[in-house]
């Protein structure tokens, strides 16, 4: 029996405002990444810009995105895409679908993207909104930001690799995994509850891990060296993208 083709997942993932579409498109520059780019946003532009109505336009783009994974799977293709993984029918669709993958031996690494509060969810919320962007009701923001946050540990544990940032202002790298071995990096994280209740305190609890606190000078990782020197990368939308067929 031969063995599987080694298949990678790279999942952005993080609350709405968070600045995952932002980071993954900097991200994907910097660190010279080449997978297809799995993102309804890139399918309701190419193929349903003919759709009148905004739901059904949306509805269907999500739709065939899901056909996208689901075959890539079936081909062990690997790829990347973005997720807010909330109660909304098609982010709990890719939550389950990364877990079904791993159990047929993918492997998932993610990069997740955070903010303080969510009142900066809201703030970005009606900055896209007065750009021209489609919005998010209030409310909708304020219950997936708990939501999300709850999932948080889940989330880590099903990664085999993480990189965490704090978008509140502008990336900084707050944890990394690799395997069962966790750093959690900040200036003072004895003090900073935030970063104690977030991450300190649950991945601390799991006995799986081995978890490192770190300065911020132990930290840095190329991404937010890159940021920090103003090195600007492309829009996800131009990264390497499928067209559902395998192909670009």
């Given at each position: 029996?031969?063995?599987?083709?080694?298949?990678?997942?790279?999942?952005?993932?993080?609350?709405?405002?968070?600045?995952?579409?932002?980071?993954?498109?900097?991200?994907?520059?910097?660190?010279?990444?080449?997978?297809?780019?799995?993102?309804?946003?890139?399918?309701?532009?190419?193929?349903?810009?003919?759709?009148?109505?905004?739901?059904?336009?949306?509805?269907?783009?999500?739709d065939y995105a899901l056909?996208?994974?689901?075959?890539?799977?079936?081909?062990?293709?690997?790829?990347?895409?973005?997720?807010?993984?909330?109660?909304?029918?098609?982010?709990?669709?890719k939550l389950g679908y990364?877990?079904?993958?791993?159990?047929?031996?993918?492997?998932?690494?993610?990069?997740?993207?955070?903010?303080?509060?969510?009142?900066?969810?809201?703030?970005?919320?009606l900055e896209r909104i007065s750009q021209g962007g489609h919005g998010v009701p209030e409310d909708t923001i304020r219950r997936r930001y708990d939501i999300f946050m709850g999932l948080l540990p889940e989330i880590i544990k099903l990664s085999k690799s993480a990189t965490i940032y704090d978008n509140t202002d502008?990336?900084?790298i707050i944890g990394k995994k690799q395997g069962n071995s966790i750093d959690i990096?900040?200036?003072?994280?004895?003090?900073?509850?935030?970063?104690?209740?977030?991450?300190?305190?649950?991945?601390?609890?799991?006995?799986?891990?081995t978890v490192r606190l770190l300065g911020k000078s132990e930290g840095r990782d190329r991404f937010t060296e890159c940021f920090a020197r103003g090195i600007k990368g492309i829009a996800p939308s131009t990264a390497k993208q499928a067209d559902g067929n395998g192909k670009t």
């Open positions: 029996m031969t063995d599987k083709k080694p298949m990678e997942i790279l999942m952005f993932t993080g609350p709405n405002g968070a600045g995952k579409t932002t980071i993954a498109g900097e991200y994907v520059k910097v660190n010279n990444i080449g997978l297809d780019y799995v993102n309804p946003d890139i399918y309701e532009k190419k193929f349903f810009s003919h759709v009148q109505d905004y739901i059904q336009r949306i509805v269907a783009a999500a056909e996208v994974r689901e075959q890539n799977l079936a081909n062990r293709q690997s790829f990347m895409f973005e997720t807010v993984v909330t109660e909304d029918q098609h982010e709990w669709l990364v877990k079904r993958a791993i159990e047929q031996g993918a492997t998932l690494n993610s990069v997740i993207v955070l903010n303080r509060d969510v009142s900066v969810s809201l703030a970005r919320n502008k990336p900084t990096i900040g200036d003072d994280i004895p003090n900073d509850e935030w970063l104690q209740r977030t991450l300190v305190n649950p991945l601390s609890a799991d006995q799986d891990y």
